[in-house]
C-alpha cells in the first residue's frame, strides 16, 4: 500500500503546501494593509488543521482509494495488458534472461510464479489498496467535515481562510487532472493503435484523471459559489 499512499500524500502536499503558504502570505499582507493586528488564534489554528486533513482526505480517498479501484475497472474492461502492462515488460525481461543463462540473475519478486498468477495477485493487491484507502479517507473526510460544521459560523463559511482552502484545492486538482490527461490520452491512443510495444500502463495516469476531474469540478463549483456569497448544492 505504501507504493500508492506516498505517492498521493506527495502530490497533495507538493502542490498543496506552496500554494497554500502563497496564500497565506498574501492573506497576512492584506491583514497588515487594513491595519488589521494579526494575532494568534486558536479557533482559527484549528480552522486550519480541519481544512488540511480535509483536503488530505479528499486526495486519499480520491487519488488514492477511488483512482486504483478504477485502474483495475480498466483492466477488467479493456484488457490486463492495458492496467498492468509494467507486469508483461517484467515478465519478458524474465523470460530473456532466464533463455540466456545469467548466473546473476535472480528473481526475487515472483519467484516461479507464472504470468497469470502475478497478473491475479497484482489485481487483489490493487483492490485492498484501493478499497482500504477509499474507506480510510472518507471516514477522515466525514469526521473533519463535521468538526469543521460545528466550528465555523455562517459568516466564517464566507471567508479568506475557506476561500484560500477552496483555492489551493482548485488549483492542486486542476493541475492533477490536466497532467495526466495530457499523459493519459497519449498513451491510451498509443495502446489502441499499438503504436508502441514496450507494454506501457496507459491506464495508471488515465485513472488518476478519471478520479481527480469531479474533484476539481466540485472544487470548482464550490469556489464560484463562495465568490458569489453562496455556499450552493456542493460544500467542501
Known amino acids: 500500500m505504501e507504493e500508492i499512499i506516498f505517492p498521493v500524500l506527495g502530490i497533495i502536499f507538493g502542490l498543496g503546501v506552496p500554494i497554500l503558504i502563497v496564500a497565506g502570505i498574501v492573506y497576512f499582507i492584506l491583514k497588515l494593509r487594513k491595519g488589521t493586528t494579526i494575532k494568534f488564534s486558536y479557533r482559527t489554528a484549528l480552522r486550519v488543521y480541519f481544512y488540511v486533513v480535509i483536503l488530505v482526505s479528499i486526495g486519499l480517498a480520491g487519488i488514492g482509494g477511488a483512482s486504483t479501484l478504477v485502474k483495475v475497472a480498466l483492466g477488467e474492461a479493456i484488457g490486463t495488458e492495458f492496467s498492468y502492462g509494467g507486469l508483461y515488460r517484467e515478465h519478458q525481461e524474465r ?4 533463455s540466456s543463462n545469467d548466473p546473476y540473475y535472480s528473481d526475487r519478486n515472483w519467484g516461479e510464479r507464472t504470468l497469470p498468477e ?18 480510510i479517507g472518507l471516514l477522515l473526510l466525514i469526521v473533519h467535515l463535521l468538526g469543521r460544521s460545528w466550528l465555523e459560523t455562517d459568516s466564517e463559511r464566507l471567508g479568506m481562510l475557506r476561500r484560500l482552502y477552496l483555492f489551493a484545492g482548485l488549483v492542486v486538482f486542476a493541475i492533477l487532472t490536466i497532467v495526466s490527461l495530457a499523459v493519459g490520452i497519449p498513451e491510451t491512443l498509443r495502446y489502441a493503435f499499438a503504436v508502441s510495444n514496450d507494454y506501457g500502463s496507459p491506464a495508471e495516469p488515465l485513472s488518476i484523471a478519471i478520479a481527480a476531474l469531479p474533484i476539481w469540478v466540485c472544487f470548482l463549483i464550490a ?6 456569497g453562496n455556499e450552493g448544492d456542493i460544500q467542501l
Request: proline share 0%.
Open 118 to 135: 502475478m497478473l491475479n495477485l497484482e489485481m487483489k493487491g490493487h483492490l485492498i489498496d484501493g478499497i482500504s484507502l477509499a474507506i
Open 223 to 228: 469556489t464560484l459559489g463562495n465568490i458569489r
Open 95 to 98: 523470460l530473456e534472461r532466464e
